[in-house]
């Protein structure tokens, strides 16, 4: 622990390390210096407490290797803030605010490296709330030139090590992951990451391996317990997951995230109540698009098409652009009766919106297997299944991939690949009961599929 005192043009900085157990005081001190030399001040720290942990630890004397800061104080200063909102709950307003100071930053000091990483975790930031490309091209441009100042950064390789996991680039996920391991092996959200990367490649053991022992590393971190929780969730631990999520909730109350994976649980558990009641709390908090998709897709599998269109609506309000958000608006029109028209209308959107996308970033399964839906709903099943082709070759085994292959051999009713895809479905986070939920797989409750239902039970 520690602080920092300002004293007209000089500065004091004062700080203490604690053992852990016993809660015992091993070193202190304190540093005295002007203002404009707080990069050496900041570097005789680092220095001080590296070398009474080497002592504590019985280590050869180490010095950690130095970030590349910047010369210019106000450039210093604004990134500083810009890491202040980044910190924060995720939400567009504090998003938003991280890219102005990081930008204010970088007109001060345009090679300031640091600076150039968090525009690049703000635009990824972005990313996950909007689902939009465009934020993940921006993202993935200001990290590279962020690595071009630093090379030892690691948690630019963490940032870029993200981007290429959500665009399907597995094996440069897993190199630049590994790399920025080697840079600095206690750094939680590398882990993280990394671990969710050896997951999608199917390397299970590996993934919750390398989560358990973040989570030992860094107990009281959130983000190791949020990144397990979407590991349980996606290997069909619900309980697992929501225990995992309320960890987050310990640490960092609020956690808009997690009450919305939360309720995600619940919903793949059938405790629609639950869920609906996570949603509604994290939407208190700040109601994001995906919160409300979320809870419009819990009323379309509960039959309720209306106030399915009533969250999704709002859900469109917030991203009018967003083509995912077009197809389960237009799912659930299409299931009232008189509104025919309005889901042929939002599947034509969906489509324009879609091709956008993928001119914008082509490596984004996501829009290709939205794009199938909508091509499937008007009975262009051939070229449907173009679309989830070129959609395979990016990520071919997912929950959102399989469903959308599921969809479209129920158009084609195809009973071979029925089968074939609902059974990959439900080995996944897909319960028997959510599958027959769903008002597009009604054909599963027909006597045929009896024998499939009751292996899977």
Request: proline share 2%.
């Amino acid at each position: 622990e520690g602080s920092v005192q300002k004293i007209g043009e000089n500065l004091r900085i004062v700080y203490r390390i604690f053992r852990r157990e016993g809660n015992v005081q091993i070193a202190g001190g304190k540093l005295d210096g002007a203002y404009q030399d707080i990069f050496i001040l900041q570097d005789r720290l680092v220095g001080e407490i590296a070398k009474n942990l080497a002592y504590e630890f019985k280590l050869q004397n180490f010095r950690p290797a130095p970030l590349k800061l910047t010369g210019d104080i106000t450039a210093y200063d604004y990134y500083l803030r810009g890491q202040e909102y980044l910190g924060k709950p995720t939400s567009h307003e504090n998003t938003d605010e991280a890219i102005q100071r990081f930008n204010a930053a970088l007109l001060h000091d345009p090679r300031f490296a640091l600076a150039n990483t968090g525009l690049c975790n703000a635009y990824w930031k972005k990313y996950e709330l909007t689902s939009s490309a465009s934020w993940l091209s921006d993202a993935e441009r200001y990290c590279l030139l962020a690595l071009e100042q630093d090379e030892q950064s690691a948690i630019t390789y963490k940032a870029i090590g993200a981007i290429y996991r959500d665009t399907n680039r597995y094996q440069k996920a897993i190199e630049v992951l590994e790399k920025g391991m080697l840079v600095d092996k206690y750094a939680v959200t590398t882990a993280v990451v990394l671990a969710s990367v050896y997951d999608l490649t199917g390397d299970k053991k590996k993934a919750e391996e390398l989560y358990i022992e973040t989570i030992n590393l860094a107990p009281k971190n959130w983000k190791a317990y949020e990144g397990y929780g979407y590991f349980l969730t996606r290997n069909g631990r619900y309980d697992e997951a929501i225990n995992n999520y309320n960890k987050v909730l310990e640490f960092a109350a609020g956690h808009i995230f997690s009450l919305n994976n939360i309720g995600i649980n619940y919903f793949y558990k059938n405790e629609f109540k639950k869920a609906a009641l996570a949603f509604e709390q994290a939407a208190q908090i700040e109601p994001t698009s995906s919160i409300f998709a979320n809870t419009g897709g819990m009323y379309y599998s509960s039959g309720e098409y209306q106030k399915a269109v009533d969250m999704f609506e709002k859900a469109i309000r917030l991203e009018p652009e967003n083509y995912q958000w077009m197809v389960c608006i237009a799912d659930a029109y299409k299931f009232i009766p008189a509104k025919k028209q309005l889901a042929d209308e939002y599947f034509k959107r969906a489509i324009r919106l879609a091709n956008e996308e993928i001119n914008i970033n082509p490596n984004i399964a996501r829009s290709y297997q939205y794009l199938a839906r909508a091509r499937a709903y008007f009975g262009e099943v051939s070229k449907a299944n173009e679309m989830m082709a070129v959609a395979d070759t990016l990520d071919p085994e997912s929950t959102e991939a399989l469903y959308a292959h599921l969809r479209i051999a129920v158009t084609e009713s195809n009973d071979e690949k029925i089968r074939k895809y609902a059974k990959s479905l439900l080995e996944t986070e897909y319960s028997v009961k959510l599958l027959l939920a769903d008002p597009d797989f009604s054909v599963l409750k027909e006597t045929r599929f009896n024998d499939l239902m009751a292996q899977q039970k």
